[in-house]
């Protein structure tokens, strides 16, 4: 029985304490959980130890290094709060199976791009226009507002505020809230959506999810990144991808990398602005969003231009 497991009773325990400071936990427990099924399933009734979490870690060999240094990092984790009421308890070490955080350069979409895909959408197999609608005006709402995906898909009705001129977001990442604020052209084209809904869906209270899909169903995140890759395809090289292929959440890095070149090229100090952008972004600190910029040919030809102003006649008097 699950309370005569003690990882698992204390595995619960974590859990409850990690979510009452603020935590989801989500894949975290779920990874959790799965460590403790294991243990049942091998009949260890006792504390953690450094041989169960390697074990635990490793025991497939279709797991990749990466997967096993998460695996083992989240039971290390546990392992330190399991330590502090149990004297039992050992603490396994990480970095047995490498790093297990990295940073994948994301893919920075260009403007013509984006516009490529969203004509393309036109050809998404639509029984009655909705879907295509959809991914067409959701893709160029990510591409104004830099939200995350899952903050569109979420949006209701009632978060579009026309009169005023912005979204809000409520209850995302870190539990906060935050208004947007949209461009005109932005309102126009979701004004658009709303009446191209007209007449294919029944009347929607303020309730109601503001994107909807075929039949006037949630368009949901499966949905989106599934119409996303048959989309794709209309940015592969002729020589195919060399790269990871670019991701809807991509979007959300390029709109950082623009946003700053803009303000590079406008004059503007990007080391004051950096805040306004991270609020906007909806980041706790400008830490984060620092995350999401990428040094790209554009980034750099503006940054080595603006250090050889201030600094060139400095360091080559010559020139």
Known sequence: MLAD??????????IEYKQSLGYKLRIESQELRRFARYTRQIEHSGAITVDLAMQWASFDNSLSRWYMARRLETVHTFAKYAASIDPQA???????????????????YEEKEIL???????????????RRLTVSTALGLLWATGIR???????KVKDVNFKERHLYIKNTKFYKDRLVPLHRSVLVQLDNYN????????????N????????GRRFNLRAFEYAFQQL?????PDN????????????????????ILRWLENGEDVNQKIYLLSVYMGHVKPADTYWYLTSTPELLASACERFECRCGKELWPCV
């Open 232 to 236: 794709r395809p209309c940015l592969m």
């Open 208 to 215: 109601h999810c503001f994107f909807v899909t075929t039949r």
């Open 5 to 14: 497991n003690k990882i698992t009773r204390q595995i619960e325990s974590y």
């Open 90 to 108: 050992q603490v396994p070490p990480t970095g047995v199976f490498g790093k297990c955080h990295g940073r994948v350069a994301p893919y920075i």
């Open 149 to 155: 995906v899952s903050e569109l898909v979420n949006l």
């Open 195 to 206: 009446l191209g809904l007209k007449g294919k869906t029944s009347e929607r209270s303020e």
């Open 240 to 259: 195919g991808w060399n790269r990871r292929p670019p991701r809807l959440y991509d979007i959300r890095h390029s709109f950082a990398c623009h946003t």
């Open 116 to 130: 490529r895909l969203m004509r393309e959408s036109a050809n998404l197999f639509s029984p009655d226009g909705i």
